[in-house]
């Protein structure tokens, strides 16, 4: 078992004259440091928080904590929601959020370049405002681009454009020896041996420190609706998806949300969006599904023909957001669903299951099913049109042990189910500790040695972010 | 009940707009039109009312052919029939000279449906240039009662009944009709459209009324001429205070008054 010294003087001053001005120890250290978005799997404060501002005091820091056998955790933005940016085993926090600048733009071969610690919203509206669209879209705003790749962040849009890690053309990566090494290109195909670059991304900063990513956008989509489809119950609303899917229209983003969460959701904006009845028929999920296109004409006949197909399959109406502020509005409940729950729940655990698309409506039924032998509430939503179900407990009454004891039963069923049903336990959130044990049960002792030997490849020492996803001490 | 909805097609104001450099040209490039948003609280108090005492709603406009796609939008959340208003002659018009053209687009609708409008609705102002002249000015060119601010509205025996927001609260204002009201944003937000209701003003025409069909209404000398056109100062950001509870904030805040020595 790897033991790790303890955070010594010498190397304080050692790391403070590498990046001066921005090293933080003990006291002086923000409490947010501690934790993520999911407190639940435990806080920790480290020993020392480095602020980098360039790859070459990145390596300066992996440096010295690799001679010093000090673990090091990479942390962007601590929007997780796994524990996977949180310092559990003490050391150095290697922040990267002051790495925040958008470097250029290569409009001929569509890549813009940045730095890790750049927030997702930022570069998202840069882009716009020069015709672009960089596609990731996943609810959290605020988390770094490194973040991003790190997780393999999906989102809304995942559905027409894929996941981050479709939009990494190149990146710098710091190695846990301090070696900079570059991997990838912009170019739109590679058969040039094995491909690092797809080895990194996903890795949740346990092979090395992303310091800069060359990204891919595409031109902006010259109109976008989304359409609120109303239904009854939430049987039928599932149902409609892989008839959606099927027809070809291609919907960019396609979310399936119940009524207690819309209504949480709106409570805590302050603002009604969805209707809660319709003639008389009370409105118990919703479909939130986003069209783009190029031609405003062309696209009417999409929403047309793909109202047809929900009106059929048992939806009670339409709704069309057209204008910015019915799209910003509708768009709005649905991303403040996190946040609504945070707000309002003293203890909370999520999980964040991704099965076949024509699983959904079995595996949401399952989950309501077993739901009701827990003292917690459960709440779902998520992107019906990749199979992505985020689940959360939530519990403002229990005690925290019974909670947790509650929750991990609850979970070892949920996974074993996802698994049965030809699903990953994570889709979009990642591993970090929380989730380590119910991936090494998913993927084997075969799977779990072979990424454990990658992260030794990587680093010989074990010091970087240990403890997640595959090498727990 | 009938009803006429007055509205404008302005810059997509959820967008930062600026001077173009150097010049006094609002720089619009790439910024969506919208239909005014007080225009479509209007609408949808508008609707509201026609839904509980019955009646039409038309909506009009004045502007280019692009502002078709404006008066296309109400058709699908409430109004009736739609015309938009355009003629090159039209083009230099200010408020004063788009308030006489609408009067005399009030009565050529009049004329033709043979029945007056009850009620005129405008929004209290466009999110463009915010000046909330154009309903008092309607109002005066029409030669009718006029009620500013409304938030909320129902019909009585001899008019409607109106709750007007003032700088210190509500007041409630009875009025006899015809007459033209302004409207401020509702308790409620304007309504989705829905497919059915989309596809149906898609296909519904929107007549277009040029000088020649307005008696050759002449907007008349300018009540207004623009000075110069900049952009506001920047104001600081305001210190932000958000502690774990409420008592924590308001502690903070009377501490940072106090050693402002503004307490």
Same mark, same amino acid.
């Given at each position: ?473 | ?44 108090? +508008?609707? #509201?009312?026609? %839904? $509980?005492?019955? /009646? ?10 692009? =502002?078709? &796609? ?34 005399? +687009?009030? #009565?050529?609708? %009049? $004329?033709?449906? /043979? ?10 102002? =466009?999110? &463009? ?135």
């Amino acid at each position: 078992m790897t033991q790790y010294e303890k955070v010594s003087p010498e190397l304080i001053e050692a790391l403070k004259a590498a990046v001066p001005g921005r090293v933080s120890v003990n006291g002086d250290i923000n409490e947010d440091f501690s934790h993520d978005e999911m407190p639940i799997y435990g806080k920790a404060m480290p020993e020392v928080v480095v602020e980098a501002t360039s790859t070459e005091e990145v390596a300066a820091v992996m440096k010295l904590c690799n001679e010093h056998h000090v673990p090091v955790t990479p942390r962007g933005a601590g929007t997780g929601l796994t524990g996977g940016a949180v310092a559990i085993h003490g050391g150095v926090v290697l922040s990267t959020t002051k790495m925040n600048k958008i470097l250029g733009y290569d409009t001929e071969n569509m890549v813009v370049r940045v730095q890790a610690g750049v927030l997702l919203n930022d570069l998202a509206e840069d882009a716009a405002k020069q015709g672009f669209l960089y596609p990731p879209d996943p609810g959290e705003k605020f988390a770094t681009l490194g973040g991003n790749v790190s997780t393999n962040a999906g989102g809304m849009r995942a559905v027409k454009y894929g996941t981050t890690r479709d939009y990494v053309r190149a990146m710098t990566v710091v190695l846990p020896t301090g070696e900079i090494i570059h991997l990838g290109a912009s170019v739109s195909k590679t058969s040039s041996g094995y491909s690092l670059l797809n080895l990194m991304i996903g890795s949740e900063g346990t092979l090395g420190v992303i310091t800069e990513l060359t990204l891919k956008i595409i031109p902006a989509p010259k109109e976008v609706i989304s359409l609120v489809v109303l239904y009854e119950n939430l049987e039928d609303c599932i149902a409609t998806v892989p008839k959606l899917m099927r027809s070809g229209f291609q919907p960019q983003a396609l979310e399936f949300m119940e009524r207690e969460i819309v209504r949480l959701s709106e409570a805590y904006l302050g603002k009604s969006t969805f209707p809660q009845q319709f003639e008389g028929t009370e409105i118990n999920a919703y479909l939130l599904v986003t069209f783009d296109g190029d031609n405003e004409d062309q696209l009417a006949d999409v929403i047309e023909q793909a109202s047809e197909i929900v009106l059929e399959a048992g939806a009670l109406d339409v709704l069309v957001a057209d204008t910015p502020q019915l799209k910003k509005d509708a768009w709005a409940a649905r991303s403040s669903f996190l946040e609504a729950i945070e707000a309002n729940t003293k203890l909370l655990d999520e999980s964040d299951v991704v099965v076949p698309v024509n699983q959904i409506a079995s595996y949401v039924t399952f989950i309501k099913e077993i739901a009701k032998d827990y003292d917690f509430e459960v709440k779902s939503f998520g992107h019906a049109g990749d199979g992505n179900l985020h689940i959360y407990n939530c519990s403002n009454d229990m005690a925290q042990e019974e909670f947790e004891r509650q929750v991990a039963d609850f979970m070892k069923r949920a996974y074993a189910k996802a698994t049965e049903l030809g699903g990953q336990i994570s889709g979009e959130h990642g591993i970090g500790h929380g989730k380590l044990d119910y991936l090494a049960q998913m993927v084997g002792p075969v799977n779990m040695r072979l990424m454990e030997g990658i992260k030794h490849v990587f680093d010989p020492n074990m010091i970087l972010n240990p403890g997640k996803v595959c090498y727990k001490l | 009940m009938e009803i006429l909805v007055c509205l404008k097609q302005v810059p997509d104001d959820s967008v930062e707009i600026h001077l173009k450099p150097g010049t006094e040209e609002v720089n619009l490039d790439g910024v969506d039109s919208v239909v005014n948003a007080f225009d479509t609280y209007a609408l949808e108090m +508008a609707a #509201r009312l026609k %839904e $509980a005492v019955g /009646g039409s709603i038309t909506a009009i406009t004045i502007g280019p052919e692009k =502002a078709r &796609d404006a008066v296309k939008t109400c058709l699908a959340v409430g109004a009736n029939q739609g015309y938009l208003i355009s003629d090159p002659a039209f083009e230099a018009a200010d408020t004063l000279g788009k308030s006489r053209i609408l009067a005399a +687009a009030v #009565r050529h609708l %009049e $004329a033709e449906a /043979g029945k007056p409008f009850d009620l005129i609705f405008c929004g209290r102002e =466009a999110t &463009d240039r915010a000046t909330g002249q154009v309903g008092p000015q309607l109002a005066e060119a029409l030669g009718v009662g006029l009620i500013t601010d409304l938030v909320d509205i129902e019909q009585t025996g001899a008019g409607i009944c109106a709750k007007q927001e003032t700088e210190s609260g509500y007041r409630r204002v009875e009025a006899a009709t015809p007459c033209v009201v302004t409207v401020n944003k509702p308790a409620y937000d304007p309504r989705y459209p829905t497919i059915k209701s989309k596809l149906a003003a898609r296909k519904m025409p929107i007549p277009v009324l040029s000088a020649a069909e307005l008696d050759n209404v002449d907007p008349g000398r300018p009540g207004s001429h623009v000075v110069r056109v900049y952009e506001p100062a920047k104001r600081q950001a305001g210190v932000k205070i958000k502690e774990e509870t409420c008592e924590e904030s308001v502690l903070k805040a009377v501490a940072m008054m106090a050693d402002a020595k503004v307490l």
